[in-house]
């Protein structure tokens, strides 16, 4: 994954974009840095590419910023290097994903989920990014 923070059009605002190369999309999110760090839900004003597959191209990020900043050319270049140099997922993603998006064993079902997938979910449960708190606080 790459994270890069990009000047944004009014200074109350952060903007964040990047690549998940297991999502196999771009993001972009923008907070309010005018509101409590408590206040998260608050805070984040803007989060797009948090599905699979969400936005394939920096033209469709930019497209989704385009109220709050604008993304300069070193930057896309590094973007689209992000995209262009991504390793094909491991079957562990794979898997993964399919469990996530409904193809896959889902909880409950005749399917055992893999141990090592069990394994992730509980470190990413319990995991928080820094820059956004606890990810039940997020669209």
């Keep these: 994954m790459s994270r890069y923070t990009i000047p944004p059009n ?6 964040i974009v990047g690549w998940d190369a297991p999502l196999t999309t771009f993001f972009a999110q923008v907070f ?15 989060w797009v590419g948090a599905d699979l597959q969400a936005l394939t191209t920096v033209a469709a990020v930019q497209d989704a910023l385009q109220a709050y900043a604008t993304i300069a050319p070193d930057v896309a ?6 995209q262009a140099t991504t390793q094909p997922r491991s079957a562990l993603q794979e898997r993964m994903l399919q469990w996530l998006h409904g193809t896959g064993p ?24 820094p820059a956004w708190g ?6």
């Design 10 to 15: 009014d200074r109350r605002f952060q903007v």
């Design 32 to 46: 309010d840095m005018t509101v409590d760090a408590e206040e998260d839900d608050t805070a984040c004003v803007l």
């Design 77 to 82: 270049a590094r973007l689209q290097h992000d």
């Design 106 to 129: 889902r909880h409950g079902s005749s399917a055992v989920l893999a141990p090592e997938a069990r394994a992730l979910m509980t470190r990413s449960r319990d995991r928080v990014h």
């Design 134 to 139: 606890p990810a039940s606080h997020h669209p």
